[in-house]
């Protein structure tokens, strides 16, 4: 059994696959550790989570960069502006509990730079934990060198020059996809690196949600609405297009999750709801329109959902173009669409059977995959075959 | 110049709506100030079809895509339809 070090950027979305992953990795006999932003994470981690914390004083607090920028602007921003000084920030404190923890492996979320630059410092096999299917692949020859000058910068503060490569981040031992090869696609290249392609790690951890369940009428064709937590409060341009296409098709009943001060706006076929038990709604409609997040598009694929993708900012555009490209989703211009343009983007995904047959077939492939427990078994793998136990755990 | 300057714009912005063909971009109100990325929202894969439908219009050898090679990521971000313009007349004059 190996002694394993988590790190994880303080985001959600990446906290959670790795929650799923520690604990089939935990079921399986090993000792995990988490260096995270405790103040950030903690209460979401395990309640007796060995935890070292990477935040000290008042400098533990980076915010995510400003929720009005959309496109490249808001990919240059996560790297310039959170992802890379929040990586210097915690370089030297993460060694140090490396040395302190001793572990035979690492486990690093993608977005966190720090642990794969400490693993390779340190000589540990270690495993990248890739959370979204944009980031494998290649962007254009100007953005891939500005994201290696990023590395590179990082880099020659702290590893010895034999250690520098364009691309830290991935771990060459084994490199965890949260997604499947049937979404990602071929038509771009990828970074060189040993992927796995899991599936969704189908972590748990969502709050319980009221919901008037009875509001759905059995006889409607009906839609889930949401543009994510991040982007729900944006502006409201979006959802009121939403609404006025969705007036007029009384057939259609629709779930907006949106802020509450547009309940008044609703027409009576829509419900607007600030927060809603995801999973469980969507077992129950017919089709998705929304941001293009991971999450969200893993979620309606698995159970066979077409979507119309309006996708705003940071990996969205390329989850986006990737679902359209399986056959599975139409595109829609988040900050231009036109109740016209709605209703007819609204009426063509309800009524092509070929977007649900896609849907139905990525769904049955993201379904089958291993998850969590197949990343788990592929992490342990990674343990230098058995030597004397050294430490007690 | 200018003249050609106005005229390589208009076939520019003719080839945005054509090529984006949405309701609301056949009266959006374009000029060399527009930026692709916040004002059009274009993504990168309608900006290349855009470009290959100038290329085919003028039918010199522009290589738009090499020349968007040397920009920063800084210049992507604010890239505009002037400057666009701009690198097709300098373009164009050479030819």
Redesign the interface.
Known sequence: MSRILFTVPPLTGHLNPALAVAQALADLGHTVAWAVHARQLGDKLPPRARVYPLDFGDDGALDIAAPAV????SV?LFFEDYTMPMAARVLQPLEAIARDFCPELMVVDHQMPAGALVARKLGLPWASLVTTSASIQKM????DA?VAEQYMGLQRGYLPPELIVERPDFSPHRVIVFSIEALIGSAHARVEAPYAFVGPARGHGRRQVDFPWDWLRPDRRKLLVSLGTVSRDRDTRFFEVIMAALAGMPEVQAVLVAPAQLVAQAPDNVLVRDYVPQLELLDRVDAVICHAGHNTVCEALSRGLPLIVAPIRDDQ?VIA?QVIDAGAALFM??????P??ARSAIETLLGTPALADRAQALGQTLREAPGAAGAAALIASLAAPALPRQRVA | MDDNYDGILAVVTDKIRSTVN????QDFDIGPETRF??DL?L???EFVKIADAIQAHFGTRLDIVGW???????E??GLSVGDLTGFIAGAVAQA
């Open positions: 959309r496109g490249l602007e240059r254009s020859p100007t953005l500005w555009p173009r211009r988040h900050g231009k669409v036109t016209a343009a | 949405e309701d609301w971009i990325n916040d929202e993504e990168s894969i968007l090679s040397g920009k920063s990521i800084q992507l971000i």
